[in-house]
């Protein structure tokens, strides 16, 4: 459900201003709230989610996660204005980013070390199914039924899910697991906020905005006393001093840069097709829908490709390849088929296999065993991030474009 509900909501973007009464000259700087709301609640609680885990046992946060995040999505079902939609992302974010990581750790708890090749390819299934089919089942329920029930599609599931894990999961947690890091947890959360706060504001009211400054500069600041304190603290929520590690450092800052590219676009396209090429959410869905394809198809083919080629060479194609195929959409216009944008979607999909499975090796090639449950939480963290940058910037240019 947390996978899904990264993507579904794209497609729906412009239906969700409209029924909104968001203001049009500001809609795309308001509405990619419902979108980075939601990622960065992701970002600030994926890394809490195995403290909690452990502290308070991984059925019990597993459960909570579900409760919360199904509650949540009943709220964004039934929201009455964009503010009260954003709020409601934001907290089904707080359920989202404690379901994955915990469930994630149950299941390979599971399995004895010599099975857990088949436990990783279990996990695969959702990791690719869920997003890859969020555009597609976003715009159907939107053309078709009402933008509503892309989050109230979670409640059927959530509420099995709660069956399931009381009659079947075993509790399961971990002495001493030290306090939680919440000088962290709430600086992580105001820093990244007021940042992009201010990023979003520079395209309504240009990049030297007294609220820009203020706002991007208080948030600037509050990340770097966040690091302060996460060098210096005894359990911290993210671990800085891994950052030493060049390796490490390299691969999550191109993870960054790829997962800002992939979500901005995921975010901008559908509001591109259509605003100004016509399109229905559906078929806004089936257009965008062949860069998860790409994905799926070429993960097969590039993780044979990948011992002979490397990490290296592998992960330069795939940003070459990123990087080209953003610069083809300088010439889509309202003439271009619809055929001509799947193409293109379809070989960025191809492309960023190749980012994602040389990334996935780099990250933590040189990570000892006992700090990669903190190089986890870095990762799965910063594509969070990267996500939410991803997200802000685009809908800063697109504003300043049509200001």
Not at 251 to 265: D, P
Not at 338 to 357: D, H, N
Request: proline residues 5%; aromatic residues 10%.
């Amino acid at each position: 459900m947390e996978l899904l509900d990264m993507t579904i909501v794209n497609v729906a973007l412009p239906e969700l201003a409209r029924s909104l009464d968001v203001d049009p000259e500001s809609a795309a700087t308001d509405i990619q709230w419902v979108v980075t709301g939601y990622l960065l609640s992701l970002a600030v609680f994926i890394p809490v989610s195995g403290w909690l885990g452990d502290r308070f046992g991984t059925k019990a946060i597993f459960m909570t996660a579900l409760v919360i995040f199904t509650g949540a999505s009943l709220a964004c079902g039934l929201a009455w204005n964009l503010e009260s939609l954003i709020a409601f992302r934001v907290l089904q974010g707080v359920g989202g980013g404690m379901l994955t990581p915990v469930g994630t750790a149950m299941l390979f708890r599971a399995f004895p070390p010599h099975e857990r090749a088949k436990a990783a390819s279990i996990l695969m299934i959702p990791m690719v199914v869920g997003p890859a089919s969020g555009p597609v089942l976003g715009g159907y329920l939107v053309e078709f039924h009402s933008w509503r029930l892309i989050f109230l599609i979670n409640i059927p599931i959530g509420i099995l899910g709660l069956i399931f894990a009381g009659l079947f999961l075993k509790e399961e947690r971990q002495d001493a697991p030290g306090r939680l890091d919440a000088p962290g947890l709430l600086l992580a959360g105001v820093g990244l906020a007021t940042l992009i706060y201010g990023l979003a504001q520079a395209g309504q009211n240009g990049i030297g905005d007294p609220q820009v400054l203020i706002f991007g500069g208080f948030g600037l600041a509050a990340l770097v006393v966040f690091t302060l304190v996460e060098y210096f603290a005894e359990e911290p929520m993210i671990d800085v001093r891994l950052f030493a590690n060049k390796l490490f450092s390299a691969a999550n800052a191109v993870q960054l840069i790829g997962f800002s590219a992939l979500m901005g676009g995921l975010f901008l396209l559908p509001l591109l097709l259509q605003a100004e090429m016509g399109l229905s959410p559906f078929e806004s869905g089936l257009t965008t829908f062949p860069q998860a394809i790409g994905i799926v198809v070429m993960v097969q083919i590039g993780s044979r490709m990948y011992g002979r080629v490397g990490p290296r060479r592998m992960m330069m194609a795939g940003l070459a390849g990123i990087s080209a195929t953003t610069l083809a959409f300088l010439w889509v216009d309202l003439e271009t088929s619809q055929w001509t944008i799947r193409g293109i979607m379809f070989v960025r999909g191809c492309f960023f296999s190749f980012l994602i499975i040389s990334l996935q090796t780099a990250t933590f090639a040189t990570i000892s065993p006992p700090m990669m449950g903190r190089a986890s939480a870095i990762s799965s963290a910063g594509r969070q991030v990267g996500a939410s940058f991803g997200v802000a910037l685009l809908a800063t240019v697109l504003t300043s474009r049509l200001a």
